[in-house]
């Protein structure tokens, strides 16, 4: 099969690698691409995440719908993950993280919106029907990720299999530690979610990736620059067609090709540009 030119260029780098001088900069690149995915497709299917690096990007969305530019209507979306056992209206679920910080403020389709049920009786069948229902929807057009401090992304922890689909899976103490920042304590963080997996990740048609901050600057350069291992969940994506990682000065400050990276961001012919 022929490459479409799209991929002919992208393909001069494992990733294409966007570097801003905030998140808040990192936001709109980002607010664009998804803005150009929704544009483009009759009936996108985004891939969402949670936390607090896509804040910035969520906030531009929900002025582009204000303002007219982009609508959701027609928007199916999938988020990567969710905590076991935390009810959908406890303020740290992700399904009240989504509710609070998006679909409230823009016009999804309640019966679009998709989010692992952390709640299930049977969480073993709801994973498997996650996995139907996004090739139901004929796949994800676009996943916005986040990463971990130790490289993963959704809850894909290190060393767990790189094709993994999704399942429950158990976060390590890094994780816990991490995310407990957002609880009252880190021994309040359940130790099970339900997450997308690498597998399920890489089958999307493409992959925006997001990174702010010091912290995440030791994971980014093994996702982007490192060899390819378990150890780092995220570094799977350099076997991906097609990812775009959008990152602040901080968490790209360890990356030894950065000359490079901005030659070709500067060389991109005009329609290839967000
Ligand atoms: C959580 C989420 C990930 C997210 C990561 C980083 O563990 N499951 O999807 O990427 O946190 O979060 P933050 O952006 O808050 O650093």
Redesign the pocket.
């Known amino acids: 099969m022929p490459l479409k030119a799209d991929t002919i260029c992208r393909d001069m780098l494992v990733m294409e690698v966007i570097i801003r001088k905030n998140g808040e900069e990192c936001g709109l690149v980002a607010a664009r691409i998804v803005a150009k995915c929704l544009q483009e497709k009759e009936k996108p299917v985004l891939g969402l ?6 804040l910035q990007l969520y906030g531009e969305l929900i002025e582009l719908y204000r303002t007219g530019t982009i609508s959701f209507k027609e928007c199916t979306t999938f988020n ?2 969710e905590y076991v056992g935390l009810d959908h209206s406890h303020p740290k679920s ?1 399904h009240r993280y989504m509710a609070d910080n998006f679909f409230g403020r823009v016009d999804m389709c309640a019966e679009n919106i998709n989010i692992p049920d952390g709640t299930a009786e049977d969480l073993r069948q709801t994973c498997q029907e996650y996995e139907t229902k996004i090739e139901q929807c004929g796949g994800i057009d676009l996943q916005i ?5 130790n490289g ?4 894909n922890e290190p060393m767990g299999s790189l094709s993994s689909r999704t399942w429950i899976k158990i976060l390590s103490k890094n ?1 816990i530690k ?2 407990g920042r ?1 609880f009252k304590d880190a021994r309040e963080v359940p130790r099970h ?1 339900i ?1 997308m997996g690498i597998g399920t990740i890489m089958e999307a048609r493409h992959c925006l990736i ?1 990174a ?2 010091w ?2 600057s030791e994971a980014v350069k093994a996702m982007i620059e490192g060899s390819v291992t378990a150890q780092w969940p995220a570094s799977a994506l350099q076997f991906h067609r097609r990812t775009t990682a959008v990152l602040d000065e901080e968490a790209a400050s360890l990356l030894s090709h950065r000359e490079h990276y901005a030659w070709v961001e500067e060389n991109m012919m005009p329609w290839q540009t967000y």
């Open positions: 995440a949670t936390g607090s690096t896509p990567l993950d992700y990720l986040g990463i971990g401090s993963h992304i959704g809850f994780t991490d995310n957002f979610v997450t997001m702010c901050g912290k995440k």
